[in-house]
């Protein structure tokens, strides 16, 4: 276990992923910032490389702050991703998921503003 996991970084990290809901997405960075470590949103790439084999945490939820799959096309974690992503409802334009229709930190701040 690394330094970062005994800290409880990346534990925190992880807990932070655990809360977005099925046919929701967040970005590294929102993540980042919702964890305490803003500005950092590699470390939260790192986290998830890191995670434990089922660990049940959904990984697959964490997506670039333009709305696409971090990974690589041909890498087959991509595909997965992608799957799993479709699968609770999440749709593309293209390789784009609209932030706006399906970004759970921004639906969680326009509830508020809106009540």
Do not use: H
């Given at each position: 276990?690394?330094?970062?996991e005994s800290s409880g970084t990346y534990r925190l990290i992880w807990e932070v992923v655990r809360q977005i809901p099925r046919g929701r997405v967040a970005t590294y960075g929102e993540i980042a910032r919702e964890a305490g470590y803003p500005g950092q949103a590699r470390l939260v790439g790192y986290a998830l490389h890191s995670l434990p084999t089922g660990s049940g945490i959904p990984w697959h939820r964490v997506i670039s702050a333009q709305g696409?799959?971090?990974l690589p096309k041909a890498n087959g974690?991509?595909?997965e991703q992608k799957r799993l992503l479709i699968g609770e409802g999440i749709a593309f334009g293209g390789e784009r998921i609209d932030l706006r229709r399906f970004g759970w930190?921004?639906?969680?701040?326009?509830?508020?503003?809106t009540r």
């Open positions: 276990m690394g330094e970062r696409k799959i971090s974690a991509y595909r930190l921004s639906s969680v701040r326009r509830k508020k503003v």
